[in-house]
Nanobody
Framework: VQLQASGGGLVQAGGSLRLSCAASGLTFSRYPVGWFRQAPGKEREFVAHISWTGGSTDYADSVKGRFTISRDNAKITVNLQMNSLKPEDTAVYYC???????????????????WGQGTQVTVSS
């Protein structure tokens, strides 16, 4: 199983980025998926998650109203649209799939069994 996160980069504060996550080796469209991030010296933290149907989403308070998670099961990708970026959003962003398909999605790292390699997002002030 491989998850591939892409779309990171350097952006000025107030700008936008769109991250994408694709997977191989599992029926990605049936797995709840989450985005997490980890800044230097900090623990990995929850950003957003989406159910396998795409009908349920949740966000960390720090990104509500600015980030939007979505999935395109036809293309087998999960996206994270990030708007109004702030310097404190700077981190490596990881996508992850829950350990089991067809279930609900959650915000805790141990719930996720498959992880991508991460993509760097840097927001300059």
């Amino acid at each position: 199983v491989q998850l591939q996160a892409s779309g990171g980069g350097l952006v000025q504060a107030g700008g936008s980025l769109r991250l994408s996550c694709a997977a191989s080796g599992l029926t990605f469209s049936r797995y709840p998926v989450g985005w997490f991030r980890q800044a230097p010296g900090k623990e990995r933290e929850f950003v957003a998650h989406i159910s396998w149907t795409g009908g349920s989403t949740d966000y960390a308070d720090s990104v509500k109203g600015r980030f939007t998670i979505s999935r395109d099961n036809a293309k087998i990708t999960v996206n994270l649209q990030m708007n109004s970026l702030k310097p404190e959003d700077t981190a490596v962003y990881y996508c992850a799939a829950e350990r089991r398909p067809d279930g609900s999605s959650g915000s805790r790292v141990p719930e996720y069994g498959y992880w991508g390699q991460g993509t760097q997002v840097t927001v300059s002030s």
